[in-house]
């Protein structure tokens, strides 16, 4: 008869004996922690692999004998588990963090010879911690993972015999135990082929354990329902429907249900533009060159082909889209543009790789953000210099300047006169103020104070516009008081 030897372990200053035949045997209560220094740092396992370590203790301290992964938990070792490794008293501690999804309830079964326990983020769900000789016993529980990232360890003594142990975890997947819904999926990608005019979606793994198939649904814009596409267990589908037009945008989205019938939510919503489009535009006008640039947000996805800059123009009497050119970029400045305080209409168009283009009315759009409606600042002085008159007033002199421009067709908005001594070169301004439209002329007059000590006023007028350009000035003239 195999006899088990005496032995005995000192755990946080705690020691059982348990009578195992005529022998008595020491247990330990609880397993040491492992000293972060011990575990091989450079050992990484692939995602939900366990990393195993072995140690030639029960106490799982000092450093390990050997660091590996493991598949799975499943062994039955009849000698020294791993070299440098005792046949006996010796112990294996498994470790994995993995990404539990939704999370839900799920059973834990361990089954071993002598002592495992197992931990789910370092709380102790399983402990059978008992030399059983050479006969396995088993335990499960059943427990509810929180959602997200979990810690699963599997401490394993073997004190002498037969060494086995195993350990697994699964999902309960009936729905008398499983209400909680798997997470949406993520990582949902589209591409449009332009040639068949379909939509191909692809998505990322869900992290569900139990998860039964996927489905893909689509919605045109505009619209409030979803039409499902298909079931799948696959992680990518191209949708059958045939775009009709290339111009018609579709919201894509997709579903994860698991095997106890709990559907997700729908995953971000995607939305695909056969026709790409531009989202906006902008513009600003250079004075010192008279140009204009326009700036718009650049497409990226794969089915662009280029833009097309227009510009609204008069041709034959009429305003009409005029095409100034095609580019890649998503800039565009124009040939110099006339500053002559009017709006300019602009618009960009998208070709994709099929050869559809944006739509393309002949009629202004205040509202596509296409489309942009760019005011020009007035550049254009009036063109005519008033006529400038001068007599005497009460206070002095008498300085009058005269327009006689329709008022229909007046370009300016008032008069501004200015006076100086004669042979200095600066002007000071004596007037500047509209003119009373009522008037079937325009006019604007002061009364200056004179000079003095004989000398001498020259004086001269001008018409100025709500920009702030003014008109070439009159013609000087001079009086000597």
């Not at 498994?94 to 709380?123: E, H, I, N």
């Not at 039409?227 to 191209?238: C, E």
Request: positive net charge.
């Amino acid at each position: 008869m195999h006899q088990k030897s005496l032995v005995g372990a000192r755990v946080g200053g705690v020691m059982s004996v348990v009578v195992l035949g005529s022998l008595l045997t020491a247990v330990p209560q609880a397993a040491a922690a492992t000293p972060a220094a011990t575990v091989a740092a450079d050992t990484t396992c692939s995602t939900n692999v366990y990393k195993r370590t072995f140690y030639k203790n029960t106490s799982f301290s000092g450093s390990p004998v050997k660091t590996d992964c493991d598949s799975k938990i499943s062994e039955s070792w009849s000698g020294k588990p791993v070299s440098g490794a005792p046949k006996d008293n010796f112990g294996v501690r498994w470790s994995v963090k993995r990404d539990f999804g939704s999370g839900g309830p799920f059973t834990f079964t361990a089954s071993a010879t002598d002592g495992v326990r197992v931990y789910l983020d370092g709380v102790r769900k399983i402990d059978l911690w008992k030399n059983t000789g050479d006969t396995a016993r088993s335990k499960s529980a059943d427990l509810t993972v929180p959602s997200g990232k979990h810690t699963i360890r599997v401490d394993y003594v073997n004190w002498s015999g037969a060494a086995k142990v195993a350990f697994t975890y699964k999902p309960r997947t009936s729905a008398a135990h499983d209400r909680t819904k798997p997470l949406a999926p993520t990582g949902v990608k589209t591409a449009y082929n332009t040639k068949t005019r379909r939509t191909a979606v692809s998505w990322s793994a869900n992290k569900e354990m139990d998860l039964a198939s996927y489905s893909l649904y689509r919605r045109p814009v505009g619209s409030s329902t979803w039409t499902k596409v298909t079931t799948t267990t696959a992680r990518s589908h191209t949708d059958p429907l045939v775009n009709p037009d290339d111009r018609t945008p579709y919201y894509y989205e997709v579903r994860a249900k698991d095997k106890a019938g709990n559907t997700s939510s729908g995953s971000t919503d995607i939305i695909v533009r056969p026709l790409p489009i531009v989202t906006s535009l902008t513009g600003t006008y250079a004075k010192a060159t008279g140009k204009v640039t326009l700036k718009w947000p650049l497409n990226k996805e794969p089915h662009f082909s280029h833009y097309t800059v227009l510009s609204n123009d008069i041709v034959d009497g009429r305003y009409v889209w005029v095409p100034l050119g095609t580019t890649k970029s998503n800039t565009w400045t124009t040939a110099p543009v006339i500053a002559d305080g009017e709006t300019r209409h602009y618009r960009v168009l998208v070709t994709n790789t099929g050869g559809t283009t944006t739509y393309n009315p002949n009629w202004l759009d205040a509202n596509a953000p296409h489309e942009l409606w760019l005011a020009i600042p007035d550049g254009i002085a009036p063109y005519y210099a008033p006529d400038l008159t001068l007599g005497t007033c009460a206070g002095g002199i008498q300085a009058t300047a005269i327009d006689y421009t329709p008022a229909p067709i007046r370009d300016f908005a008032g008069f501004e006169i200015e006076r100086r001594t004669a042979g200095t070169a600066t002007w000071s301004v004596v007037l500047h103020q509209g003119f009373d439209p009522r008037r079937d002329y325009a006019t604007a007059t002061v009364c200056d104070t004179p000079p003095t000590g004989g000398r001498t006023y020259e004086y001269r007028a001008r018409s100025y516009d709500a920009a702030g350009n003014y008109s070439p000035a009159s013609d000087i003239t001079a009086v000597t008081w």
